[in-house]
């Protein structure tokens, strides 16, 4: 029963850290929503710990912690990517705006 407990705990405290960076302005909303996730799952396991079990006999998986890492590696992928195309997107709008500024400094040097 303690380890319900103490992982119920974990994601209650990981939840609160992850609202209190959101709330400071030191973790963006948009990457905070994944993390909350993690935290949600964290807690809802720590609470229902037959639920993987549950989840593993409906997928076919033998072992259930398999399903666990499994699922965590799947969503370690998907954050990746999510990182990847918010990182892309960057790297575009400031070689847009690196273009911009070329464009008003010539034009500025033709006025002068």
Same mark, same amino acid.
């Given at each position: 029963?303690?380890?319900?407990?103490?992982? *119920?705990?974990?994601? @209650?405290?990981?939840? *609160?850290?992850?609202?209190? @960076?959101?709330?400071?302005?030191?973790?963006?909303?948009?990457?905070?929503?994944?993390? /909350?996730?993690?935290?949600?799952?964290?807690?809802?396991?720590?609470?229902?710990?037959?639920?993987?079990?549950?989840? *593993?006999?409906?997928?076919?998986?033998?072992?259930?912690?398999?399903?666990?890492?499994?699922?965590?590696?799947?969503?370690?992928?998907?954050?990746?990517?999510?990182?990847?195309?918010?990182?892309?997107?960057?790297?575009?709008?400031?070689? @847009? /705006?690196?273009?911009?500024? *070329?464009?008003?400094?010539?034009?500025?040097?033709?006025?002068?």
């Amino acid at each position: 029963m303690s380890y319900q407990i103490t992982s *119920a705990t974990l994601g @209650l405290c990981l939840a *609160a850290i992850i609202l209190w @960076l959101i709330r400071r302005d030191h973790l963006h909303s948009r990457h905070g929503f994944w993390w /909350l996730l993690v935290a949600i799952g964290v807690m809802l396991l720590g609470i229902f710990p037959t639920f993987i079990d549950k989840l *593993a006999v409906f997928f076919g998986v033998s072992y259930p912690p398999t399903l666990l890492f499994i699922l965590g590696l799947g969503m370690i992928l998907i954050k990746v990517i999510n990182i990847d195309l918010h990182q892309s997107e960057l790297e575009r709008k400031m070689r @847009l /705006l690196a273009q911009r500024m *070329a464009i008003l400094e010539g034009e500025k040097e033709e006025m002068d």
